[in-house]
């Protein structure tokens, strides 16, 4: 494989006056014509923004958060110069039944090209969009080649093993921090990914790694340690002692106990710094 490269593509929801507001026809940009902005691009998604970064070396912390960081300011002067839209960086937005009504339909639909399971290689079923509630994603790409063949299944076989060491990782990490189950009800299950002619985009996690620098941090680091562990040949049994499929189960469940415990045993220092900082205390006053 070549060297790696790491992006990301999330979503946030707006709120006017403290209410949730859809984003339709807000800014420029779409899914086929993203609005280029120095260190990525953003567009509307649905009922909310989605923005995407360039891509960086996976090692290279400060610069994979530099281009996130770029493009979230440049996006929300944008938005706010539209009307003084905030963001709302959260896996969830709900909408009152009035107000969801007077969405354009094409706004509230779900599912783009699909995505895959990395335990069967099937395509995931695509979800049901008459929920009064729409998910925000914080997918993460992971790139390695160039023009590969999206179909071609030696392909899908390379991205399902890192995606189930992504879950292992990333996965975990984001069980701990996103504690809101109804995403998991459209999308965000365990495995799922999407194959890319340069890579992978792994789809598991939701927005709420954005929110800090330490939460970035550490999502990054765990990013490093799967790439790393692919690296070296390692699988989710020989990094965690747990069978891919235990993972799957704490993923899919919200098992934030045991995504702590085996969390703790890949990386202990910064797992013990960070479940004891202000920040996690503020935010999981109970653990």
Same mark, same amino acid.
């Given at each position: 494989?070549? *060297? ?31 609005y280029? &902005? ?8 649905? %009922?909310?923004?989605?923005?995407? /970064? ?13 281009k996130?960081?770029t ?11 539209? !009307? ?9 937005? *709900?909408y ?23 335990? /069967?290689?099937?395509?995931?079923p ?8 729409? $998910? ?16 071609? +299944?030696e ?7 890192? &995606?189930?060491?992504?879950?292992? $990782?990333? !996965? ?12 998991? *009800? ?16 792994? +789809?598991?996690p939701?927005? &709420?790694?954005?929110?800090? +620098? %330490?939460? +970035? ?17 390692? /699988? ?33 220092? $910064? ?17």
């Open positions: 494989m070549s *060297e790696f490269t790491i992006g990301v593509d999330p979503e946030i929801f707006l709120t006017q006056g403290g209410k949730p507001v859809s984003a339709h026809g807000l800014i420029e940009g779409d899914k086929k014509n993203p280029k &902005v120095p260190s990525g691009a953003y567009q509307v998604d649905g %009922t909310a923004v989605e923005f995407n /970064t360039d891509p960086v070396a996976y090692n290279n912390f400060e610069e994979f958060n530099a996130i960081v493009v979230m300011k440049t996006l929300a002067s944008a938005v706010k110069e539209k !009307g003084n839209y905030k963001f709302n960086i959260s896996p969830v937005q *709900e009152p039944q009035d107000y969801f009504d007077s969405i354009p339909l094409e706004a509230k639909e779900l599912g783009c090209d699909p995505d895959y399971c990395a335990y /069967t290689l099937e395509q995931n695509r979800p049901e969009g008459d929920r009064l509630f729409r $998910t925000g994603a914080g997918h993460i790409h992971v790139g390695w080649g160039a023009d590969i063949p999206v179909e071609n +299944r392909h899908h076989e390379i991205c399902a093993s890192f &995606v189930k060491m992504l879950d292992a $990782t990333v !996965g975990l990490f984001m069980t701990v921090i996103d504690r809101e189950p109804r995403r998991r *009800e459209l999308y965000g299950k365990a495995r799922a990914y999407q194959a890319k002619p340069y890579g992978v985009e792994y +789809r598991f939701s927005n &709420v790694w954005l929110k800090t +620098r %330490t939460r +970035r941090q550490i999502t990054h680091k765990l990013l490093v340690k799967a790439i790393q562990s692919m690296k070296a040949g390692h /699988t989710v049994e020989s990094l965690t002692r747990v069978s891919s499929e235990s993972i799957q189960s704490i993923l899919n469940t919200g098992d934030v106990t045991n995504a702590k415990f085996i969390l703790s045993a890949i990386d202990y220092m $910064t797992m013990k710094n960070y479940f004891a900082s202000a920040e996690f205390k503020k935010d999981f006053p109970n653990g």
